[in-house]
Structures are given as C-alpha cells and as structure tokens.
C-alpha cells in the first residue's frame, strides 16, 4: 500500500533554532502534501498545502514566514519551523495522496514529528 | 470548521462489532464521507471511504444513509488493537488532492 514517511520522528531543540522536518512518498508521486499539527489531546490541525513546483497555501491563522514549506519533487515535502519557540512544541503530521488518480483518492498519512522546544 | 459530528467516546467489548455513528447533514451531493483512525502518537490510518453506496474492505464496512446525512463505520470484530480515536471526515474538494478537515473524533475503546 501507499506509504509516507516522515524524518525525523522526533527532535529536541534550543528555542531559537530552525528545524526542518521531510515528508517522502516512498512508492507514490504526490503533486500536493498537506501538513498537520496536532497537539495533546486535540484533533488534528490542517496548517498548509504544499504544491509541487508552486508556492504553498496556508490555512488561516498560519504564518507563512514562520512555518516555510518547499515541495522541489513529487516525492518530497519539507517544512521548517524558523526561529522556533516553546509554543511551537507540538507533533507535524504530513500527508499525501496519489497523482492524477482523481479527487477522491485517499491521503495517507505519515507518522508524525515529535518536536520539542526548550 | 468540521462537517461532521461523532459521538466523543464509545465502547465496545472485544470480539463484538464496533458501530461508529457520524452526522454530516451538510454534505454535498459531490463530497466523499471518509473515515480514518489514530492510534496514540501515530499518524492518522485511512479506514474507508465513499460517496453513496455502501462499501467494505478487509478492514470495515461503511453504511451511508440514502439521504447522505449520516453514515455508520463498521468494524466487525473489533479487537483490543482497534482501540483508537476514529475521525469521520467529509473531504472538502480543493485542487487535485482534496483538503481533511478532521473534526474531534470518536474515541473507542475496546474492552476485554
């Protein structure tokens, strides 16, 4: 089956870092990716689309400057979080779904980024 | 916002079927009901999903109303390993891959 893969699993950080996070589609090419955050005890959050080969769409309410996100191949999705900070502690979660295949193809999820800020 | 509605909890006992409701009275005629899990700490499992006619996989089976206003997931035999937060999510159709908006989900847990 489809197959998504997130690096790294989990990172802890200085505040003040900028920390990347990828997303792969390992056996799939993925023109749009999306990326989540979720944290504890809440659902998930849809922050952005990330297109292949164009700039990203934010969801309301998500800086753009702070969270960059780059999608250079149909393969791969990274987002950064620049000059991070305690509150940005949370667990990233990407998604993608099949090319070309129609609208009603499923996302399949990766398994997420544990970042911590101190 | 979600465009649906689940119950916050739910149980069930091991080796039962698990049936998990979910309201979604402002579907429209061309937006999928799908269904997806999370397990703690992973990333969210795609389950099913469909349009209007029923469906099942090795999996689940979705029933969807003949209105498209509600629909059930069914896991027939549910096991300890199905205890998971489950998201009933209507896709909303943007571009070529069609954003989620996941709503708070149902938790279920299955019990011995």
């Known amino acids: 089956g489809a197959v998504v893969s997130q690096h790294p699993s989990w990172v802890i950080c200085k505040s003040g870092t900028s920390v990347k996070i990828e997303c792969r589609s390992l056996d799939f090419q993925a023109t749009t990716m999306f990326w989540y955050r979720q944290f504890p005890k809440q659902s998930l959050m849809l922050m952005a689309t990330s297109n292949e080969g164009s700039k990203a769409t934010y969801e309301q309410g998500v800086e753009k400057d702070k969270f960059l996100i780059n999608h250079a191949s149909l393969t791969l999705s990274t987002l950064t979080v620049t000059s991070a900070h305690p509150e940005d502690s949370s667990f990233y979660i990407c998604?993608?779904?099949?090319?070309?295949?129609?609208?009603?193809?499923?996302?399949?999820f990766g398994d997420g980024t544990r970042l911590s800020i101190l | 916002d979600a465009k649906t509605t689940q119950p916050t909890s739910m149980d069930c006992a091991e080796g039962r079927a698990a049936n998990l409701p979910c309201n979604h009275s402002?579907?429209?005629?061309?937006?999928?009901v799908y269904w997806y899990r999370q397990i703690h700490s992973q990333g969210p499992q795609y389950i099913i999903h469909?349009?209007?006619n029923n469906e099942t996989n090795e999996m689940a089976s979705l029933i969807i109303t003949e209105d498209r206003k509600s629909s059930t997931l069914i896991l027939p035999h549910a096991t300890l390993r199905d205890t998971a937060v489950y998201y009933c999510?209507?896709?909303?159709?943007?571009?070529?891959?069609?954003?989620?908006?996941f709503g708070q989900g149902t938790e279920l847990s299955v019990k011995p």
């Open positions: 402002t579907i429209s005629g061309n937006e999928y």
């Open positions: 999510i209507v896709r909303v159709l943007y571009n070529q891959g069609g954003k989620l908006i």
């Open positions: 469909g349009l209007k």
């Open positions: 998604s993608a779904s099949r090319t070309g295949w129609g609208s009603n193809q499923p996302q399949h």
